[in-house]
Nanobody
Framework: QVQLVESGGGLVQPGGSLRLSCVAS????????FYWYRQSPGKEREWVAR????????EYADSVKGRFTISRDNAKNTVFLQMSSLKPEDTAVYYC?????WGQGTQVTVSS
């Protein structure tokens, strides 16, 4: 069965950094585009970033462009989201998606 497991969230001060990971199993990882989304209470789920199967093509939401970097390691069935210069408005539960499956999410809280 398909399983996506996010990790790496936590509490960080404004201006700090975190790296999120999403480990996938149950399908051919390298054949699928992967996405990161985030959701805050009372808000719609927001697309953050996506990466092609090879990792050659990446795209970001305007709100995170220049601060976040998506990458993947197909040998480890893992996609990453490196987050830098974090702002309070980045606070959300972050989810990965591949083959239209979702992980359970990992909480990121940016606060002093």
């Amino acid at each position: 069965q398909v399983q996506l497991v996010e990790s790496g969230g936590g509490l960080v001060q404004p201006g700090g950094s975190l790296r999120l990971s999403c480990v996938a199993s149950g399908f051919t990882f390298s054949q699928y585009v992967f996405y990161w989304y985030r959701q805050s209470p009372g808000k719609e789920r927001e697309w953050v970033a996506r990466i092609s199967g090879s990792g050659a093509f990446k795209e970001y939401a305007d709100s995170v462009k220049g601060r976040f970097t998506i990458s993947r390691d197909n040998a480890k069935n893992t996609v990453f989201l490196q987050m830098s210069s974090l702002k309070p408005e980045d606070t959300a539960v972050y989810y990965c998606n591949g083959q239209d499956y979702w992980g359970q999410g990992t909480q990121v809280t940016v606060s002093s």
